[in-house]
């Protein structure tokens, strides 16, 4: 998911091939939670450029990430491999007074299982081995570059997001989001780690589900008995019924531990799975 900012935390195809895909994929239609902001899928260069440049102003203006953009790509945008296969969602600040659009304040991107195949694979396998979910990939989307600018993170948007997500799933008959939600590590880490021993003890998978790091953190290494709270996204995501698939994995480049989580459709709530239902 690559969950970042929302109070404290630090949270497809497009352009070209986003034609065909959108024949085949039926995207959440805008809409709008007026007067605020509105909702809507990317559609063209334009939209998804305009959350490249918020996720760059989060990631690495904001948090200090080292971002490693491919050859070509504009200054001030947060761009990899995954953007052009991925659909993005985003939110927009009310218009401007002479009716120009708001300026984007959230987005997510989705990964599909039919992009995944075509990009040769899901973002967090760059970060976890993967093999226990291959049941799942069928109908599996990653969640990944989740954001909000800091200037609206009291919820609202996240809600609205996770709204839209919620009609994407059902409308494409989908029934599994995974993703990896991000820890700061500016304290060198015990947080993370000590998130990590809190949680394992009440949200962990199944062990047919748990997937392994390629860069652990060293949680052996850090304090585990700090009396933390989760961040909100993270809350919000467990709230749901996700579940924790395994231990943290180092980010480096991000400067962040990312815990892999998955929620699936099945294992919401009975008062989230009736949203889902009516999306």
């Not at 954001?147 to 008959?173: P, Q």
């Not at 180092?250 to 009975?270: E, H, K, Q, S, V």
Request: aromatic residues 6%; charged residues 25%.
């Amino acid at each position: 998911m690559r969950d970042l900012p929302l109070p404290t935390l630090p949270l497809a195809d497009l352009i070209a091939p986003a034609a065909a895909k959108r024949r085949s994929l039926h995207p959440a239609p805008a809409h709008t939670d007026a007067p605020r902001f509105t909702v809507a899928w990317a559609d063209d260069a334009a939209d998804v450029r305009a959350a490249q440049r918020l996720r760059y102003a989060v990631f690495a203006e904001e948090m200090g990430a080292k971002l490693a953009p491919p050859p070509g790509a504009p200054a001030g945008h947060d761009i990899d491999v995954y953007d052009d296969f991925c659909e993005h969602l985003i939110v927009r600040a009310p218009d401007a007074a002479d009716g120009e659009p708001g300026e984007v304040i959230g987005t997510y991107r989705v990964l599909t299982p039919a992009a995944a195949r075509r990009v040769g694979g899901l973002y967090s396998e760059t970060e976890f081995d993967l093999t226990r979910l291959r049941p799942y990939r069928a109908r599996l989307v990653e969640l990944g570059r989740s954001c909000v600018h800091a200037e609206w993170r009291s919820g609202g948007v996240i809600l609205a997001l996770w709204g839209a997500l919620a009609e994407f799933m059902a409308r494409n008959g989908l029934e599994t989001m995974i993703g990896c939600a991000s820890i700061g590590m500016r304290d060198g880490g015990h947080v993370a780690a000590s998130l990590w021993a809190q949680l394992r003890q009440t949200h962990l998978a199944s062990i047919d589900c748990q997937v392994r790091p390629r860069l652990p953190l060293p949680v052996a290494e850090l304090r585990s008995d700090l009396a933390v709270e989760p961040p909100p996204l993270i809350k919000g995501y467990l709230r749901c019924g996700a579940k924790l698939l395994g231990a943290p994995a180092w980010d480096p480049d991000f400067g962040t531990a990312d815990l892999p989580l998955m929620l699936r459709i099945g294992d919401l709530p009975a008062r989230y799975r009736r949203h889902f239902a009516a999306a």
